[in-house]
């Protein structure tokens, strides 16, 4: 594995750093991190893909350390450091159905000083907001260990809201932020069998591979189009804390995929209507339906007619079969309601959902639906819907897919969709600034400045 390092900022991205209150003496050696670590682990051989030769090769913990010196003690902080009293902190997780009353009423606090924590806290949080999984820390001191000393709630690894005693005994509340530094990260592979697989070995999060393989399958025939050898970049951001520790991954910003006759971009953009992933023009990448909704399946049995596997004569095959692995989820094509959950004896268990547009798209032979899928539910883009199976009229485990427009079955493959969202004028700007900063990074520095 080789890492890169540029210097560059995505302007795009960054989220300044939020510190809404002072954070005391440990948080106060803030350090601008100018660092992108491109994480390159499939080098291309060929040229248009190669990396930067001259950016060199350095770990990640070299670059931070050379980013994030460690700071000279200050003088004074010897002196100070044993004035303050040890604290002793006790961690508890809100589970379902607590409120905050009740849990300071579990320490030593009247229900006044409860109130006033609580109210404290409101400023910040409505204290109903609060939900399981966030965390209480109660603070005593050593000396005293019968009267709260101070309470910490953990919203998230990056927030939190600190209520304080003071010496007239109120509460006062502060919010803290902690200042995460996205950097950006770019993995490269080359695909071995499915993108899911590569992606997978190629260390892809399985939640941004499952965004990417979404998004991808708008424009994609994951079955005809993609071939081992093709080649995919991701450009996403990991989190990291001031003392350089990984906190969280952060959205995929722009992909690059190579396919044998065609290279596919995406780019994501805070456009008016918020957050979206378009293509080099501007244009949206969602439409109405997803063209594979299952991932990893075999494009089995095309659109048209054919002898019928059991029953023999010849009929119109009015949709695709893709062979899959029994229990494989099988995802909903477009957003829309469903329709109807039946198990009759040809399609087995099957689905069938009603999208805008007068599309209707049936999912035959699932071994079950999902659960809290049923008639006049509202379903999403790639929500599992079931999964496969064999049921019904069937000779192997496999998923039938129909689409219907106006009432009639039409050829899935080669559905014309109604145009997306296209950005226009200021924001289409704005749009083409921000991918040739992606581009920069998605693809090295000398590439993707030809425009
Ligand atoms: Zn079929």
Known sequence: MQRVAAVKRLPCSFRGFRVSLPLGRALAVVVPVLLLIIVDLTLFARGRLEPDSDAGSRSLADLLAEHHPEPEPHPDEHISAPTIPLLREYARTVRQGETLLALLAEQPLTHNEALAASRAMGAYLDP?????????????????????????????????????????????????????????????????????????????????????????SFDVDFQRDVRSGDQFAVLFEEYYDEQGNWVRSGAMLATDLVLHDRTLRMYRFNSDEGPDYFDAEGNTIRKTLLRTPIEGGRLTSGFGHRAHPILGYSHLHPGLDFAAPIGTPINAAGDGVVEAVRNTSGFGIHVILRHTNGFRTLYAHMRSAARG??????????????????????TGPHLHYEVHLNGRPINPATIEFPPGRTLRGNELERFHQNRRNLERILLGPHLGDDT
Do not use: C
């Not at 509460?171 to 592979?189: H, K, Q, S």
């Open 128 to 216: 109903r907001r609060l939900r399981p999984g966030h965390q209480l820390l109660f603070r005593y001191r050593e000396d005293d260990p019968y009267t709260v000393h101070s309470i910490g709630v953990r919203l998230s690894a990056e927030r939190r809201i600190e209520i304080e005693r003071s010496e007239d005994g109120t509460f006062d509340a502060t919010e803290i932020v902690m200042p995460l530094t996205p950097i950006p990260v770019v993995i490269r592979g080359e695909i071995r069998g499915s993108l899911y697989a590569s992606g997978m070995s190629a260390g892809l999060d399985p939640n941004l591979l499952h965004t990417l393989i979404q998004l991808y």
């Open 373 to 394: 899928i049923r008639s006049g539910v509202r379903v999403n883009q790639g929500q599992v819907i079931g999964y496969v199976g064999m049921t019904g009229l069937t």
